[in-house]
């Protein structure tokens, strides 16, 4: 870069605070005499740029900051338009597109693939060359040197992928979800978010229904593979899990239909008798209640609870008996149903949910009371 620093016009220059007595500023040169930076210190020591280490600064500045209007108007548009979700990356990405065609020309076919190249080459301690090799080779190929399946389905499932923020944990969910049997039946999603890989990763078996493939990303709240898990669990207390399982697969297909299919069977098993029910056949309570927050101890309680509140508390009932769950009746500041989730390996349980009636949300003062008697018991 030091070669352009005299005929480079466009070049940038951005001042930091005095630190310890010395002045310190990045030098970042523009997009035409490709991207690079130095960061001066003290007009003395100069730190040239590391291969595939980020900037000083953040791109987000550079592009808020009127004064270098001009050198951000010679980035194409398509990048300027694209690159913010990679924060942290950024400017290796600049530094790569600007100076090799074969990395441009990776993003512009496929930016997440030269996101995960990135990446995968700061993790594995690949050198710049190594990267620049493998971002001229088949989409495919690249994948498979990534660790990743080599197929056209794994590069299109990759660019449907869609996340405010391009990060670490983006890197993990993104592994872990193309290593799912049957990833590719997502090539049907427009667009693949967080919502939609947070649920198939907590039920892989998603992937293959009517649901998932007609459901609008708006409509996926972010748990919604819980609710399914209710309704499995009912079905097996009601023994109709073949016919709720085809109902799941092939006919359910928006969110309001599953949660009418939820109400149906939490009905049905709040209906069932319960006047012979034990009342105190439950493992003892993990926390102590108090006059608003009242353990659930026995079976006929815990249906007498899901009459009440219309919901499918009830279906919990083995998991309970197991010393894996346990249920609380709340009745102030509002009449609600807590959920705990224990561990035998863990000392602490854990919360899960806390629903009013027909698992309406509650405010944010009952969970905060809620939140308040659990913290102080644990």
Not at 128 to 137: F, R
Not at 141 to 161: H, M, Y
Not at 290 to 306: D, F, H, K, Q, Y
Request: hydrophobic share 40%; net charge positive.
């Amino acid at each position: 870069m030091k070669k352009f620093l005299k005929t480079d016009s466009s070049i940038i220059k951005i001042d930091f605070s005095i630190i310890e007595g010395c002045k310190n500023y990045l030098l970042i040169s523009s997009w035409n005499h490709g991207i690079d930076w130095l960061l001066i210190v003290d007009n003395k020591e100069i730190e040239s740029r590391r291969p595939l280490t980020d900037s000083a600064i953040h791109l987000s500045y550079v592009l808020s900051n009127p004064e270098y209007k001009n050198w951000v108007m010679e980035i194409p548009n398509f990048v300027i338009n694209s690159i913010n979700p990679y924060s942290g990356v950024e400017f290796i990405i600049l530094n790569l597109i600007s100076h090799y065609k074969a990395a441009y020309d990776l993003y512009f076919s496929s930016k997440n693939l030269l996101w995960i190249l990135i990446y995968t080459a700061r993790i594995k301690k690949w050198s710049e060359q190594d990267v620049l090799k493998l971002a001229s080779i088949k989409r495919r190929d690249i994948l498979v040197a990534c660790g990743l399946p080599g197929t056209e389905a794994a590069v299109n499932v990759l660019n449907k992928i869609s996340f405010d923020t391009f990060d670490i944990t983006a890197y993990q969910l993104i592994y872990r979800v193309l290593r799912l049997n049957g990833y590719e039946k997502l090539i049907h999603h427009e667009i693949i978010d967080f919502r939609l890989i947070y649920n198939v990763l907590a039920a892989p078996w998603l992937i293959d229904t009517s649901f998932l493939k007609n459901c609008h990303p708006d409509n996926w709240p972010i748990g919604f593979h819980s609710r399914i898990e209710d309704v499995q669990r009912m079905a097996a207390r009601l023994g109709v899990t073949q016919e709720v399982n085809k109902a799941l697969k092939k006919q359910i297909k928006t969110y309001a239909s599953l949660k009418q299919l939820h109400d149906r069977l939490a009905d049905r098993i709040n209906k069932q008798t319960i006047e012979e029910l034990p009342d105190n056949n439950f493992p003892q309570a993990p926390i102590l209640g108090n006059n608003a927050i009242v353990p659930i101890t026995g079976s006929r309680m815990l249906a007498l609870e899901g009459r009440a509140q219309h919901h499918c508390v009830r279906s919990y009932e083995s998991r309970i008996q197991r010393g894996e769950y346990y249920v609380y009746k709340v009745l102030a500041p509002e009449r609600a149903t807590l959920g705990l989730m224990l561990s035998k390996n863990e000392n602490k349980p854990i919360f899960d949910q806390l629903y009013l009636d027909r698992n309406r949300p509650v405010s944010e003062a009952t969970k905060e009371s809620v939140m308040k008697w659990l913290n102080n018991r644990i």
